[in-house]
């Protein structure tokens, strides 16, 4: 069996992204090691029983990642964030303060919003159809 257990996301600082990630979008805080040379391997997840894939959180240590912050997918949705609960998911994301760019539409595969993270990068929120 093989599946992908991370996704490397490229931050800016780790604990503006824990505070983000944990806080407002209520991902569980699973590991935050130091390394011992400046760095720190952090891995958030979202809450609950479904699985998925981990992110890592990986602060960017050159020009070249710093640019790549906010921009990893070239302005594209590039994280998918399903829930079994659209309206309520939705309404506590808002009043956490998370920046919607697109409102909800319900299309064949399911209700889907549109958000930035607290750098820019989209994420599809979605409740698949069915």
């Known amino acids: 069996m093989s599946f992908i257990a991370l996704v490397a996301l490229v931050v800016r600082e780790y ?3 824990i505070d983000f990630y944990t806080g407002k979008l209520g991902f569980d805080l699973v590991e935050d090691t130091d390394r011992g040379d400046g760095s720190r391997w952090v891995v958030v997840r979202p809450p609950g029983p479904g699985g998925g894939t981990d992110l890592l959180l990986s602060r960017a240590r050159d020009e070249v990642q710093r640019a790549a912050v906010g ?11 399903y829930t079994e609960d659209f309206a309520a998911l939705h309404t506590r994301l808002t009043e956490a303060g998370v920046r919607f760019v697109r409102e909800p539409s319900h299309e064949p595969y399911g209700t889907v919003a549109v958000f930035a993270d607290l750098y820019g990068n989209l994420w599809d929120l979605i409740q698949p159809a069915g």
Do not use: H, P, S, Y
């Open 71 to 81: 921009a990893q997918t070239g302005g594209r949705v590039g994280f998918f964030l």
């Open 15 to 17: 604990d503006e992204a």
